[in-house]
């Protein structure tokens, strides 16, 4: 006989980290859930919108001593949804871009607990609108690559990415956990026949106060400064813009300050003498 079932998963996506960019219904399910099993990126501000009777849960992946499997994380959900409870498992970003949803969705339907699925905003989408850039663009790019560089210790026997296959047609990567050292990945990508001028960004705790981005080149992209995680790094035709307001905003120079003042002023005097020789 089966146990009564009135308590519902819902995997959420909690977004890149600004609470303004949680979707209402997503911050609607945090507020009324009862228990929230959430990731370890998933920031306070948003774990603040529950109610105080929540029962909130790091299950984390990086929590060291409060480790924790996806067994047991599965376990947890079912347990909670077979008391009753609404449970919201949290999840950074979207739910399905390597948040594992396809596993907790299988344990959740086998043991046939009633679950929803709710998309948020991905980390690849605003650090894209923070650079100012869009993900595709007709001229340049119609195909967007999302990849992780980042292999789970069960995979690592799974063969080479064909990194010659993802980048042909002036495809748009996005890496997500590139790690810090970025020269083997650089020296792939250059195989694979990008060329090393083609235009790169790291954008690291986007849509955070602590963000951080980097424009670059592949050809350059080994010199980049190591950048805190969570990280995601673009790379494309499409990130052209990015690097040219990068170029604009750079530290300016006293020479060229001086430089510029000395041509507005000569600009000015110049516009003052034609208007005095007009009216004269």
């Not at 006989?1 to 819902?10: A, F, I, L, N, R």
């Not at 594992?100 to 894209?128: F, K, Q």
């Not at 650089?186 to 424009?215: F, K, M, N």
Request: hydrophobic share 45%; charged share 20%.
């Amino acid at each position: 006989m089966k146990p009564s079932m009135h308590g519902k998963v819902y995997l959420v996506g909690a977004g890149p980290g600004d609470p303004d960019l949680l979707t209402v219904k997503a911050n609607a399910l945090i507020r009324a859930a009862e228990v929230i099993l959430h990731d370890d990126l998933v920031p306070a501000p948003i774990l603040a919108l529950a109610s105080p009777h929540t029962m909130v849960v790091n299950v984390g992946k990086r929590c060291g001593a409060k480790n924790i499997t996806q067994a047991e994380i599965n376990r947890l959900m079912i347990a909670s949804a077979r008391r009753g409870l609404n449970v919201v498992r949290l999840k950074s970003g979207d739910p399905g871009i390597f948040g594992r949803l396809a596993e907790e969705r299988d344990a959740l339907e086998s043991a046939a607990v009633p679950y929803e699925i709710v998309p948020g905003l991905t980390a690849a989408l605003s650090a894209a609108a923070s650079l100012g850039v869009s993900l595709t663009d007709r001229r340049t790019s119609s195909r967007i690559v999302v990849i992780t560089a980042h292999r789970a210790h069960e995979n690592e026997s799974e063969p080479p990415t064909d990194w010659h296959s993802l980048a042909a047609n002036n495809s748009t990567l996005v890496i997500y956990m590139p790690g810090r050292n970025f020269a083997a990945l650089q020296q792939e990508l250059l195989d694979a026949g990008l060329d090393a001028d083609t235009p790169a960004a790291i954008v690291s705790s986007a849509s955070t106060p602590e963000q951080r981005e980097h424009c670059t080149t592949l050809g350059r992209l080994d010199n980049a400064p190591p950048m805190p995680a969570p990280a995601i790094l673009l790379i494309g035709r499409t990130l052209e813009h990015a690097a040219r307001s990068a170029a604009k905003f750079a530290p300016l120079k006293w020479e060229s300050l001086l430089d510029a003042a000395e041509v507005s002023i000569a600009e000015t005097n110049s516009n003052q003498n034609l208007e005095r020789s007009l009216t004269s």
